[in-house]
């Protein structure tokens, strides 16, 4: 069974780019939520997905958007990047979308702004 | 809204020896607890969770917390620690009724000496 898988492991980017960063929820799971982990920070919950629909948001300007799609992987966007936006972005998937399961978590993509 | 705190950044310990990292949280409604594990260069594994029933909850490789509810703690043990349990330990809470969404401490960094 493939675990949850996340694309770049790591991006450099400047102040003002886009990015988009890639997950591969583990099969069988229609959840999917990212978070966003700050050096030093515990993860901060950035949104979720759930069937293609966003279910539930975060503390997140409207630049952090996301995608999910019909085999539930997932997307995040990021627009106009700042330099606070450097932090190791994770993907969870979960087999459901009822509080109290566990989420299953990929390695992190590591973004840098310059 | 809930809020998670981990006094202890960093924890060295003896190996062998007992080991306590103390997770306090707060929160307007009911919520479950979990601990999350990362281990270096890897993504969060869910250690233990408590959801309902026993306040006292085990992993399968030693560690053990105890739900208090009056002093809203979820404190994380272990008798004796090895080498392998060097790794980042996070507390997180989610809402009983709500989407999974995850609220985690800062993490507390287990150090094991030789």
């Known amino acids: 069974e493939t675990g949850v898988t996340q694309s770049p492991t790591h991006l450099i980017k400047t102040r003002g780019q886009q990015v988009t960063l890639r997950c591969s929820s583990q099969s069988g799971h229609n959840t999917v939520s990212w978070y966003q982990q700050a050096l030093g920070q515990g993860p901060q919950f950035i949104f979720q997905?759930?069937?293609?629909?966003?279910?539930g948001r975060g503390n997140f300007p409207p630049r952090f958007s996301g995608l999910q799609f019909p085999n539930y992987s997932s997307e995040l966007n990021v627009n106009a990047l700042e330099l606070d936006d450097s932090a190791l972005y994770l993907c969870?998937?979960?087999?459901?979308?009822?509080?109290?399961?566990?989420?299953?978590f990929g390695p992190g993509t590591r973004l840098t702004v310059t | 809204a809930q809020s998670v705190t981990q006094l202890d950044s960093q924890v060295p310990v003896f190996e062998e020896a007992p080991v306590e990292l103390r997770c306090n949280y707060s929160s307007s409604v009911s919520v479950y607890l979990f601990w999350y594990v990362q281990y270096p260069n890897q993504g969060l594994q869910l250690l233990l969770k408590?959801?309902?029933?026993?306040?006292l909850v085990e992993s399968i490789n030693g560690f053990e917390a105890e739900f208090n509810k009056s002093q809203t703690s979820f404190h994380l043990r272990k008798p004796s620690v090895h080498i392998s349990d060097t790794a980042e330990y996070f507390c997180?809470?989610?809402?009983?009724?709500?989407?999974?969404?995850?609220?985690f401490g800062t993490g507390t960094r287990l150090t094991i000496i030789p």
């Open positions: 408590y959801l309902s029933g026993s306040t």
């Open positions: 997180a809470v989610s809402e009983r009724f709500g989407n999974e969404k995850l609220t």
């Open positions: 969870a998937s979960s087999p459901q979308v009822v509080s109290g399961g566990e989420q299953y």
């Open positions: 997905y759930y069937r293609e629909e966003e279910n």
